[in-house]
Nanobody, 119 residues
Framework: VQLQASGGGLVQAGGSLRLACVAS????????VGWYRQVPGTQRELVAT???????QYKDFVKGRFTLSRDNAKNTVYLQMNSLKPEDTAVYYC??????????????WGQGTLVTVSS
């Protein structure tokens, strides 16, 4: 499975970006997709997940601002990010993995896309 993330860029605080994650290769539509982010020098943190049937879970620090959706016909998951804050600045990674309740176990990682939010 190959995952290609795109859509990052520079945006002012309060602005919006939409990230896309396109999967190719051995794709399982039964797999969940999760987005992580990482600030240099810190650990990667899970941002949100979406199950194969579209159920979403968000971490508190993005809840109400970020929205996940998926188009299984296009093997694509979207992360709509609104009301962006400077602290959202990070490299964002999409992953494909196994979702068991509230626990998510990534199996495949994309290359990351940089999101920079200026104040």
């Amino acid at each position: 499975v190959q995952l290609q993330a795109s859509g990052g860029g520079l945006v002012q605080a309060g602005g919006s970006l939409r990230l896309a994650c396109v999967a190719s290769g051995r794709i399982s539509s039964r797999n969940a997709v999760g987005w992580y982010r990482q600030v240099p020098g810190t650990q990667r943190e899970l941002v949100a997940t979406i199950s194969s049937d579209g159920m979403t879970q968000y971490k508190d620090f993005v809840k109400g601002r970020f929205t996940l959706s998926r188009d299984n016909a296009k093997n694509t998951v979207y992360l709509q990010m609104n009301s962006l804050k400077p602290e959202d600045t990070a490299v964002y990674y999409c992953t494909q993995g196994d979702l068991r309740g509230v626990y998510y176990y990534p199996d495949y990682w994309g290359q990351g896309t940089l999101v920079t939010v200026s104040s």
